[in-house]
């Protein structure tokens, strides 16, 4: 009885080893893929490059007597766009922002996954608000989360992206 215990054991561990060598193998193929995708294998050519190579996206404050202007610039490599629709800025109750304004118009493309929207394929743009408290007291260091997308023209649409940043917004009273 213990013979065959062992045996079910042995036939199990065996089972269990190829599974993980083949679950190796899987994941070397997909991180191959990746690899190959963005550019990370030396012996191939970049299809895409890294969201960080593709957009630079730099924040700015200005203080004014409405509040705090924050400028949003998206600096966009060729071939490459950024969604209007998916900019969004997440601050803390008590704060209000103005609706974006942009340094350059939109175009509308038809994307495969969100239908006829506009987007930025220009080098540069800006989305400016402003951002005031609600009671005019002001505030310092408030946490404000900036939320965007961006995709490449030849098919590759990135996750969602996320820039943190503190600001001091005066009183207006």
């Known amino acids: 009885m213990s013979i065959m215990r062992t045996s079910k054991i042995t036939t199990g ?13 899987a994941m070397s193929t997909q991180a191959a893929g ?33 509040g705090t202007r ?17 900019l969004k800025v997440r601050f803390p109750k008590g704060i209000s922002a103005t609706p974006f304004t942009y340094s350059q118009k939109p175009v509308t493309i038809d994307d495969p996954t969100f239908g006829k929207v506009p987007v930025f394929k220009q080098r540069t743009v800006v989305a400016t608000t402003t951002l005031a408290t609600k009671n005019g007291k002001g505030a310092k260091n408030a946490p404000i989360l900036i939320d965007w997308q961006g995709c490449a023209t030849a098919g590759l649409c990135y996750p969602p992206e996320k820039v943190k940043t503190k600001i001091n917004i005066p009183a207006t009273r």
């Open 13 to 25: 561990l065996s089972a269990i080893a190829t599974a993980s060598v083949l679950s190796v193998a």
């Open 34 to 66: 990746l690899n190959e995708l963005f550019g990370n294998n030396s012996a191939s050519k970049a299809k895409f490059l890294s969201v960080d190579e593709a957009f630079d996206v730099l924040t700015d404050t200005k203080a004014s007597a409405k």
């Open 70 to 86: 924050l400028s949003i610039t998206f600096d966009i490599t060729p071939g490459h766009y950024v969604y209007k629709d998916q």
